[in-house]
T-cell receptor
Framework: KQEVTQIPAALSVPEGENLVLNCSFT??????LQWFRQDPGKGLTSLLL?????REQTSGRLNASLDKSSGRSTLYIAASQPGDSATYLC?????????????FGAGTQVVVTP | NAGVMQNPRHLVRRRGQEARLRCSPM?????VYWYRQLPEEGLKFMVY????????ESGMPKERFSAEFPKEGPSILRIQQVVRGDSAAYFC????????????FGPGTRLTVL
């Protein structure tokens, strides 16, 4: 059974610092992995999607790496801004469910202080 | 192209009543997923539907919960005889036909059971 864990559960950094968010998963037979952002009372916004054959994806200040063999992904946010304050969720799709569901971690709640 | 739409955004029901949650996928999307987010917990998969078919309902509680995605109209998640433990945010996501493609999430329906 796949278990997705995100550490830390909460993180507070001053503006300008780089953010490092971690996601680990127990079953390496993943099809792809996504990072989402969730703002309070809002839905989810997909930030980056990494296919199992890829090592990393980049979009602007965001970079996500994937090490499938060790069951880890890391989301880096460079030069954090107060607008980056949100909960960040990691989700995997299994090879056996390549048409189907995502399995989510519990999230990391990020606060960026001005 | 409008995003995934969910209504109502907030729903209050008394114990024993029925709750109906609606999801209109993005145009051209034929896959719909429902997820539930309990307070202080991550998102949990409930059901995956394609037009007129339930593909995977492994996350649905065995009783009181049902889902449909008719040929015409929105997908509906129905909860009969609600209990306080059903209070949660219910998110719908849609994706185009295809394997492992990115989902787009709606803003969610927040159900409160009194």
């Amino acid at each position: 059974k796949q278990e997705v864990t995100q550490i830390p559960a909460a993180l507070s950094v001053p503006e300008g610092e780089n953010l490092v968010l971690n996601c680990s998963f127990t079953d390496s037979a993943i099809y792809n992995l996504q990072w989402f952002r969730q703002d309070p009372g809002k839905g989810l916004t997909s930030l980056l999607l990494i296919q199992s054959s890829q090592r990393e994806q980049t979009s602007g200040r965001l970079n996500a790496s994937l090490d499938k063999s060790s069951g880890r992904s890391t989301l880096y946010i460079a030069a954090s801004q107060p607008g980056d304050s949100a909960t960040y969720l990691c989700a995997v799709r299994m090879t056996t469910d390549s048409w189907g569901k995502l399995q989510f971690g519990a999230g990391t709640q990020v606060v960026v202080t001005p | 192209n409008a995003g995934v739409m969910q209504n109502p955004r907030h729903l209050v029901r008394r114990r024993g009543q029925e709750a109906r949650l609606r999801c209109s996928p993005m145009k051209g999307h034929s896959h719909v997923y429902w997820y539930r987010q309990l307070p202080e917990e991550g998102l949990k998969f409930m059901v995956y539907l394609q037009k007129e078919n339930i593909i995977d309902e492994s996350g649905m509680p065995k009783e009181r919960f049902s889902a449909e995605f008719p040929k015409e109209g929105p997908s509906i998640l129905r909860i009969q005889q609600v209990v306080r433990g059903d209070s949660a945010a219910y998110f719908c996501a849609s994706s185009p036909p295809g394997q492992g493609l990115r989902e787009y999430f709606g803003p969610g329906t927040r159900l409160t059971v009194l």
